[in-house]
């Protein structure tokens, strides 16, 4: 498949009804398409759906933007992306929109995990940070 663009919308009743194996398969399957560049995830995710969805992604070689919208993702969430975010050498963006459960700890994960990485935006949108602290060991 030549599909460069691939969004999940948790609007549809087959999305609400996926469970953390479907989310898993579904982090797989877009792993398997090398020529997926953008994916897109829009109130879809919650803690335990993102572990499983970023577990089938580790392996994603192509993904060049990743943009989540009204998630609910959660440190444990965040923390379960991080394998993904270390291994994504191809990632140049990532956004998070509208995200109240994004913690100034959640951010610091994200953060270290990118720092080896070659990414050219990271963006948080109304995500209720209280504070940003950069580890000086990440700069």
Request: proline fraction near 2%; aromatic fraction near 8%.
């Amino acid at each position: 498949s030549s599909l460069t663009y691939f969004e999940v919308s948790g609007l549809s009743p087959y999305v609400q009804d996926m469970t953390g194996e479907d989310w898993e398969q579904l982090g797989r399957d877009i792993s398997n398409n090398r020529h997926l560049k953008k994916l897109e995830i829009v109130t879809a995710l919650d803690e335990q759906t993102m572990t499983s969805l970023f577990r089938g992604l580790t392996r994603s070689s192509s993904i060049e933007e990743v943009i989540l919208t009204n998630n609910r993702s959660g440190v444990n969430g965040l923390e379960n992306m991080v394998p993904f975010l270390q291994n994504a050498n191809n990632l140049l963006e990532l956004d998070f929109y509208h995200d109240d459960n994004i913690s100034s700890e959640g951010f610091s994960l994200i953060w270290g995990a990118l720092r080896d990485s070659p990414i050219k935006a990271l963006t948080f949108v109304s995500c209720q940070l209280s504070s940003i602290e950069i580890d000086v060991a990440y700069v």
